[in-house]
Nanobody, 121 residues
Framework: VQLVESGGGLVQPGGSLRLSCAVS????????MGWYRQAPGKEREFVAA????????QYRDSLKGRFTISRVNAESTMYLQMNSLKPEDTGVYYC???????????????WGQGTQVTVSS
């Protein structure tokens, strides 16, 4: 299984980025997927997750309205559209498969290398 994140970079506050997660080695359409991030000196945290057919989306409360998760099963790719970025969004963003349990998503596979997002003027 390989998860390859891309699309990160340096952006000014208020700017936008679109992250991609290309997946190989598994039947992508059979897996819930999620985005997670880790800021410097902090624990990795949940960002957003999406069900196998694109529904049942969940977001970190503080990100609702700014971030949008999506997927294209035919391309085995998941996306994260990030708008109105803030300095506190800075971190390494990772994608992973996710298990849905008791109303929440939990990461369930191996981590990729992540993609760095830096929000700074």
């Amino acid at each position: 299984v390989q998860l390859v994140e891309s699309g990160g970079g340096l952006v000014q506050p208020g700017g936008s980025l679109r992250l991609s997660c290309a997946v190989s080695g598994l039947t992508f359409s059979s897996y819930n997927m999620g985005w997670y991030r880790q800021a410097p000196g902090k624990e990795r945290e949940f960002v957003a997750a999406i069900g196998t057919t694109g529904g049942n989306q969940q977001y970190r409360d503080s990100l609702k309205g700014r971030f949008t998760i999506s997927r294209v099963n035919a391309e085995s790719t998941m996306y994260l559209q990030m708008n109105s970025l803030k300095p506190e969004d800075t971190g390494v963003y990772y994608c992973n498969t996710a298990t849905y349990y008791d109303g929440a998503y939990y990461p369930s596979g191996s981590w990729g290398q992540g993609t760095q997002v830096t929000v700074s003027s």
